[in-house]
């Protein structure tokens, strides 16, 4: 099994920063691919970001390209997503998400096996 615990959110207004840091213990050996989600209220969960072990490849949604940057630490099993200019659409829960394959489906989140519990992320006007 891989756990995996979310940090780094909160409330912030428009137009600032955030970086939320995701810890991974346990099988980290099965976190091939990790990503993160995110979930508003009455939403459905939508892709944000994905990256590969290695670092070489990286995806994301259309709606935070240019703004959110996501990385990790391998070494750390840590997985990074670095949120500026930050906008009120972008209040959720959000989520970071493991899975032990890279597939061309990894902006589903039924292609994760693993989740966090999430953590909150506020963008006031």
């Known amino acids: 099994q891989v756990q995996l615990v979310e940090s780094g959110g909160g409330l912030v207004r428009a137009g600032g920063s955030l970086r939320l840091s995701c810890a991974a213990s346990g099988r980290t050996d099965r976190t091939d691919v990790m990503g993160w989600f995110r979930q508003a209220p009455g939403k459905e969960r939508e892709f944000v970001a994905a990256i590969t072990r290695s670092g070489s490849a990286s995806y994301y949604a259309d709606s935070v390209k240019g703004r959110f940057t996501i990385s990790r630490d391998s070494a750390k099993n840590t997985l990074y997503l670095q949120m500026n200019s930050l906008k009120p659409e972008d209040t959720a829960t959000y989520y970071c998400?493991?899975?032990?394959?890279?597939?061309?489906?990894?902006?589903?989140?039924?292609?994760?096996?693993?989740w966090g519990q999430g953590t909150q992320v506020t963008v006031s006007s």
């Open positions: 998400a493991a899975d032990s394959y890279y597939t061309t489906t990894i902006y589903r989140p039924d292609n994760y096996d693993y």
